[in-house]
């Protein structure tokens, strides 16, 4: 038994979780899991039983923070020449909202 096949209270994973989704739902799951820095799995199973999803920050959460940021900017550009605002984009700015206000919050409190 491999020790990656057992969740942190030490139970053993042995049983597959599958879904479908559209392109676009897998682009915001996508986009959701690397703002997090957690892998999809367990993303996917913290978000499925309503657990909370901790954003640590680390490189790879700054990086995708950045990236995210830039689509944002670029859209917010496209709203300004008179296109309408997309769902999608104010969900992606509301989650991108929540991981910067903790992650200000871990700064102050860490140090």
Excluded at 3 to 9: E, H, L, V
Excluded at 58 to 65: E, G, S, T
Aim: contains cysteine.
């Amino acid at each position: 038994m491999s020790a990656k096949n057992r969740d942190n209270k030490n139970r053993w994973r042995n049983i597959t979780v599958g879904f479908r989704v559209s392109p676009e739902e897998n682009e915001l799951i996508n986009k959701a899991v690397a703002l997090s820095g957690l892998p999809k799995q367990e993303y996917c199973y913290r978000r499925c039983l309503n657990q909370d999803v901790v954003v640590q920050g680390n490189p790879r959460v700054y990086k995708a923070l950045k990236t995210e940021l830039t689509a944002v900017h670029t859209e917010l550009k496209r709203i300004e020449a008179g296109e309408k605002v997309d769902e999608e984009l104010l969900n992606i700015i509301e989650l991108i909202s929540i991981i910067l206000g903790g992650l200000k919050g871990e700064d102050t409190n860490g140090g």
